[in-house]
Structures are given as C-alpha cells and as structure tokens.
C-alpha cells in the first residue's frame, strides 16, 4: 500500500511534476506544445538569459476547496504583472489568455499533487519565460520559451503564523528607477548575497529601505510589508521600486471590507517603525507571516504583538485571507478562479 503522504510537512522546495506547459517564441510569434513531459531544458550556452538575465516569472498556488475544487487566486493580476514585467525586458508578450490557460493546463494535468484541503500545503505554480536564443553583444534574444511548472508546497517560513525577525539590509535589492516594481529574475539574484548574510545571522529575512535616500522602509527580499498603527489602521508602504504585491493589494480591500479597517498605501519612514502596534509580511509564498522584531544594526524594534503571537489585526487578516483562498469566506467578485 502506498505510503500516506504527510502534506503537513513539506518543504518549500522544488518536487517536479509528472508535466508542465511550454511554448516556444520564434520566427516573431509564440507556438504553443501546450504539456511536456521533460523537466529539462536545452538551449544554446550563449542564451540571452544565461548572459545577460533575460527573463521574469510570477508565483502563484492552487488551492483545494472544502468541498473538493481546485481554485486559484487572482491569476488575472499575476497574468497582467507579468506582462509588465516582459515589457519592461523586452519579451515578446504573452496574453493573459495564454497566461490563464497555461496555468490551468498545469494544474488540471497534476490535479493528483494538490495537497488536500486543511493539509496546510498548497500547489505552487511558477510560471516563467527565458530569453532562449543566443546573443553575444547586449540584446534581446530572437527565441523565448514561457513555461509554468508546479511543485506542492508547505509554509515558506517554518511554523506558520509564528512571528519572525527581519533585520535591516546594508544592501538594495533594486535601482533607483530600476526593475524593483517587476518580477525580474534579477532582483532575487541581487537579493542573494544579503539574503544569505541575515540568515547567516539568525534572521528570517531582510528589510530593504528605499535604495534612493534609505529613510523608508520598502519590503523584504520576498514579500511586501504591512503595518498596524496603535489607533488599528492598516498602512503598507508605497514606492515605485516595490514589486506590487497581489497578496498585499488583497489585503488593503481585505482589511477595509471584511474587518471595517482604515487602510492606506503611503511613504513609512524607517524613524516611524517604533510607532508601529504590529508589523507582517505578505505574499504568495508567505502568505501573512507576523514579524515580531525588526534589528537595526543592533538596535532591536519590537512590535507590540512580540514574538510568541501573531497580533489580532496581522490573524484576522490571515484568516480572512485564507478563508477566501480555501473557500471558506465569500470572496470579492472575480477573486477565485475556478480550475475544476
Ligand atoms: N515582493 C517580492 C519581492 C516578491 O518576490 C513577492 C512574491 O511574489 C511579493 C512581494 C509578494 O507578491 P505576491 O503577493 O503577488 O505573491
Ligand atoms: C512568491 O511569493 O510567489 C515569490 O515569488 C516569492 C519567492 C521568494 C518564493
């Protein structure tokens, strides 16, 4: 008999897929092969993404309903971000009808590995395009390939809703006017060397200040942030080098319509963070993650809430959110889609 699989448990790490979607870029339109079976992926060693990093993604989850459906959030505005992004890199563009068929040709072909409703684990879906033709001088490459492969996934940060301590990077992740506001492969790569350095440390993750003056806080290296002011209005930072994050734009409306709150989108100051009730961080792979601490250069900030809790805003938001990802809460008109 087969083993029973312990959902519960998994990592967030790369399990491949019995398939994933392709399609190839050449002769100035996309093919679609649509399923593939191949994980692997062979092209020139003189490919636009291997020089000169010509490619983006998104990340995005499939979620198993109460009742049995699989549902995904919002993919409309992962599709439309991800057109920003390949414009932003010179990418051919892919509708969001391609983008919403790819996605769901993947998850209906792995229907099997969309881990069971309150196991805590979800399909995380990434799609992805790579500049595959060769160049050598600076330029965009001629042939692309767009695919969207999948992987089941637990919490990115261990312990679920259990608050973390970011801690203050030395380093940007984006420019001035560069490609922070986009999900350019890039910025991670930016991200690594400071990002290894927290862990290094014993933090979970970096808060990045804004890389023109650095006096206001902007997100960390894989999720937005969100704040409660004492008074219990919700504010999350606004500034062009942030990537616009879908979990934080629903929690902005998730906050104003479900729990009655004052929510705003603005400039935060590094020097406002000690007035700060309560501090998380949001995103697909984070989902609402409570932030306890923050280290600046030794100076501890904490948040009220502490480290033993998440605070009653930051677990209203999350349960709320994932109620309406889960199906267990009405969602906002076109919030879920259906994938069968
Ligand atoms: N910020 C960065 C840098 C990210 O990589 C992500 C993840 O996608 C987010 C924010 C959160 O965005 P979303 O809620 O759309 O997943
Ligand atoms: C996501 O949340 O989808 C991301 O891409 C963040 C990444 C750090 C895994």
Same mark, same amino acid.
């Given at each position: 008999m087969e083993k029973k699989k312990d959902w519960g448990a998994l990592p967030f790490a790369y399990t491949p897929l019995k398939s994933r979607y392709e399609a190839v870029y050449k002769d100035g339109r996309w093919f679609e092969n649509g399923? !593939?079976?191949?994980a692997d992926i062979k092209i020139s060693e003189s490919a636009a993404v291997f020089q000169y990093a010509q490619t983006c993604f998104e990340g995005l989850k499939a979620y198993r309903t109460e009742s049995g459906e699989i549902v995904m959030f919002r993919p409309d505005l992962n599709a439309k971000r991800f057109q920003d992004s390949c414009r932003r890199l010179l990418i051919p563009e892919i509708t969001e009808e391609m983008f919403i068929r790819a996605v769901d040709m993947t998850v209906r072909d792995n229907a099997?590995? !969309?881990?069971?409703?309150?196991?805590?684990a979800t399909l995380y879906i990434r799609p992805f395009v790579i500049g595959s033709g060769p160049v050598l001088g600076v330029a965009p490459a001629k042939e692309y390939i767009f695919r969207v492969f999948g992987s089941p996934v637990g919490t990115?940060?261990? +312990?679920?809703i259990k608050p973390i301590t970011l801690t203050v990077s030395d380093?940007? =992740? %984006? %420019?001035? =006017?560069?490609?922070? +506001?986009i999900k350019a492969g890039i910025n991670y790569a930016m991200s690594l060397y400071a990002g290894g350095k927290a862990h290094a440390a014993g933090f979970a993750e970096n808060l990045y200040l804004?890389?023109?003056? =650095?006096s206001r806080v902007e997100e960390t290296g894989g999720a937005n942030l969100i704040f409660v002011t004492k008074d219990n209005k919700l504010v999350t930072p606004r500034s062009p080098s942030i990537l616009p994050s879908v979990t934080r734009r629903s929690v902005l409306t998730i906050g104003r319509q479900y729990l009655g709150l004052e929510a705003e989108e603005r400039e935060v100051y590094?020097?406002?963070?000690?007035?700060?009730a309560e501090c998380g961080i949001c995103g697909t792979a984070a989902v609402i993650c409570p932030v306890g601490a923050i280290n600046d250069h030794g100076r501890i900030i904490s948040f009220d809430s502490g480290m033993d809790e998440a605070g009653p805003v930051c677990r209203r938001l999350y349960e709320t959110l994932t109620g309406i990802q889960m199906g267990r809460l009405p969602a906002p008109e076109g919030w879920i889609h259906r994938v069968m």
């Open positions: 399923l !593939v079976t191949d099997g590995s !969309v881990p069971p409703y309150g196991s805590g990115y940060f261990k +312990g679920g380093y940007d =992740r %984006a %420019a001035p =006017r560069g490609t922070g +506001g804004d890389p023109g003056t =650095r590094f020097s406002e963070l000690d007035d700060f």
